[in-house]
């Protein structure tokens, strides 16, 4: 079993920015697609972005492509969200998982970190 602390939430200003860190516990995090998720206050989670496994594709959700980079460093079993121009819509409870396959669904994940994007 996989276990996925987040990391690296907080407050941050519109237009501002944040790196989210996702730990793992298992060296075999190399293995699986790593995903993060978003869930804002009062709604369902939602995809946010992945990648994939052979390496080489990412995916965005639509409102946060182009401001937003999923990345991460198997050395140190460690996945990172960085997340750039943030708007008041971003806020919400960030949360990393990993999949042995995307059509298999997210196998492990995280209890989240807050983001909250607030003047």
């Known amino acids: 079993q996989v276990q996925l602390v987040e990391s690296g939430g907080g407050t941050v200003q519109p237009g501002g920015s944040l790196k989210l860190s996702c730990a793992a516990s298992e060296y075999t995090f190399s293995t699986y697609i790593l995903a993060w998720f978003r869930q804002a206050p009062g709604k369902e989670r939602e995809f946010v972005a992945r990648d994939s496994r052979p390496p080489g594709i990412t995916k965005y959700s639509d409102s946060v492509k182009g401001r937003f980079t999923i990345s991460r460093d198997n050395n140190k079993n460690t996945g990172f969200l960085e997340m750039n121009r943030l708007k008041p819509e971003d806020t919400g409870v960030y949360y990393c998982?990993?999949?042995?396959?995307?059509?298999?669904?997210?196998?492990?994940w995280g209890k989240g970190t807050l983001v909250t994007v607030s003047s």
């Open positions: 998982g990993v999949a042995s396959s995307w059509a298999g669904g997210v196998a492990y």
